[in-house]
């Protein structure tokens, strides 16, 4: 047995986090989440999130650091989902329609994004997306970028989303990550506001009662594992204080990022 004598790790101080709580339901789903953002150490936080608890939306979006604009182009992206998908009437829709439905918001945020970009075109402002809608028994996800979507189920921790990056690409291609050479890997294929078209990765899934859904930006994946989500996660825990509990596990893992991030429960 390995015994220490150094003091255990203090919580760190969360007073920079803003936070939102809510709940609501998803046809027979009752629902319970908690979002929130922190400016880690730098000196502005790039990262934007919206919550539409009534329609149980959720989108979190980190704007490209080193651009111009990346913090108008998260908060651009992340409002101007909401109008486009709940305008119309979707309690009854098929999920297949559901699905373009989210797939043309994300890519008419996209022109938002290229019409309020500064006139350097080599460093055009930019962002990625990840979003989550919840229809009655229905989930609808997609994203562009590198920011994450996992679902916790029955004890399982998969991830929904696979980054556009250079391994993430080479992944979908059925390579090996090492066949990508010395590309760094925070280098992204895919975002907001980079090129004037952009092509979300959009899906579909059954909501189950016990689900668990994790949105996050890469502030917190750099700094934590899949296992430490997977532990995190999997505690009989509050999605809000799931939520503080990640943040704190970012923080002392050493993170400096910006970091997002929003845990939903269905019940």
């Given at each position: 047995m390995i015994t220490s004598s150094a003091?255990?790790?203090?919580?760190?101080?969360?007073?920079?986090?803003?936070?939102?709580?809510?709940?609501?339901?998803?046809?027979?789903?009752r629902i319970s989440g908690a979002c929130g953002s922190h400016i880690g150490l730098r000196p502005r936080n790039e990262d934007a999130f919206f919550v539409g608890a009534r329609d149980t939306l959720v989108?979190?979006?980190?704007?490209?650091?080193?651009?111009?604009?990346?913090?108008?182009?998260s908060d651009l992206a992340v409002r101007t989902l909401h109008g486009p998908l709940t305008r119309e009437p979707y309690t009854d829709a098929p999920p297949a329609r559901l699905r373009a439905r989210l797939n043309r918001?994300?890519?008419?945020?996209?022109?938002?994004?290229?019409?309020?970009?500064?006139?350097?075109?080599?460093?055009?402002?930019?962002t990625t997306l990840v979003t989550l809608w919840l229809v009655e028994g229905w989930v609808i996800f997609g994203h562009v970028g590198d920011s994450r979507l996992y679902r916790l189920r029955r004890g399982v921790l998969t991830p929904m989303t696979l980054d556009h990056t250079a391994i993430g690409e080479a992944l979908r291609l059925g390579l090996c990550p090492a066949d990508v050479g010395d590309i760094p890997d925070h280098l992204l294929s895919r975002a907001l506001g980079l090129d004037e078209t952009v092509r979300p990765d959009v899906g579909v899934c059954s909501l189950i009662a016990g689900d668990r859904y994790l949105l996050c930006t890469d502030g917190l994946t750099e700094a934590l594992s899949d296992v430490d989500l997977l532990e995190a996660l999997a505690r009989p825990l509050s999605a809000e204080?799931?939520?503080?509990?990640?943040f704190e596990s970012a923080i002392v893992a050493g993170s400096t990022d910006n970091?997002?991030?929003?845990?939903?429960?269905?019940?």
């Open positions: 003091p255990a790790p203090q919580a760190p101080e969360l007073r920079s986090l803003r936070t939102l709580t809510w709940h609501g339901r998803a046809g027979s789903h989108a979190i979006a980190d704007g490209m650091g080193g651009h111009p604009g990346g913090h108008i182009a918001a994300i890519v008419n945020a996209n022109r938002r994004i290229r019409r309020r970009h500064p006139q350097d075109p080599e460093r055009p402002m930019a204080r799931t939520m503080r509990t990640l970091i997002t991030l929003s845990v939903i429960d269905a019940r």
